[in-house]
């Protein structure tokens, strides 16, 4: 049997980049507690891992002043500057694993906004990331989701608009409400700032499911990104399934296949890829 496997499953090059960090951290570490601003990624196995080498994590909820003072590793989705300057005030040494295209958002927001122009950001205003790039803004950012915060927008007359994006927000969503702003005839530059990650993962797997008579995702029960990957993949391949680790696989599944394929959500870590890489060959 032939197993194909995405070179774009599981971690996109800011999570690793995110996570490598936090190993080589430890490694150096010699003692200095190490913390994680938030967890470092949404993957209880490596979180687990990680706490076991004496990793912790804190955040906006959880106080740092009585902690002994240490490294704090920003993850990849970034914090906002006051957030950052707060924790250097307190006696903590920032290691910044923000993903690099993360980071360049919060540099267009920082200088766009010093030089007088407002900030819309195209994103959910509840997801981390959109909180910190809204941090690096000098004016009041504005998030906008969907058609309806349009409405809340006030006037821009006379100002310039500046009009990024949260990475992973959708590109057809981003382009309908940012054509719905420029009706409205302001001074705007757009900065598509969505990073193709995701979207190369989707187009891998729905081109690998549609070679195959087997397919397998890997990825947590409530990751919506590998949700979404299966959705894809059945559609092109009946004969697929949703699994989390090597235990879920069942080897009825493939009998008289020839060629399965396998992807993994944005937080499978590689080792459980590889895993179930090897389960396969061996098991159908
Ligand atoms: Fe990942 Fe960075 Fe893109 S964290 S999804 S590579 S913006």
Partial sequence: MEVI????????FGVKRAVDTVYEQIEKAEGTPIYTYGPIIHNEEVVKDLEEKGVQVIGENIPV??????????????????????????????VDATCPFVKKIHRIVEKESQNGSAIVIIGNPNHPEVEGIVGWSSTPAIVVENAEDLEKLPDFTGRKVCIVSQTTFN?????????????????????????????????EAKRISASVD?????????????????????????????????DDLDPAWFGSSDRVGITAGASTPNNIIEEVQTDVRFKF
């Fill in 5 to 12: 496997v995405a070179k774009s499953a599981g971690f996109c």
């Fill in 214 to 246: 087997g397919m397998l995702v890997i990825g947590g029960k409530h990751s919506s990104n590998t949700q979404k990957l299966y959705e894809i993949c059945k559609k092109e391949c009946n004969n697929t399934h949703f699994i989390q680790t090597t």
């Fill in 65 to 94: 002043s009585d902690r002994e003072k240490g490294i704090v590793i920003i993850r990849s989705h970034g914090i906002s500057r006051l957030q950052q300057e707060n924790l250097e005030q307190q006696g903590f040494r920032i």
């Fill in 171 to 203: 590109y057809k969503k981003f382009k309908d409400l940012v054509e719905k702003i420029q009706k409205k005839g302001y001074d705007i530059t757009v900065l598509n700032t969505i990073c193709n990650a995701t979207q190369e993962r989707q187009v």
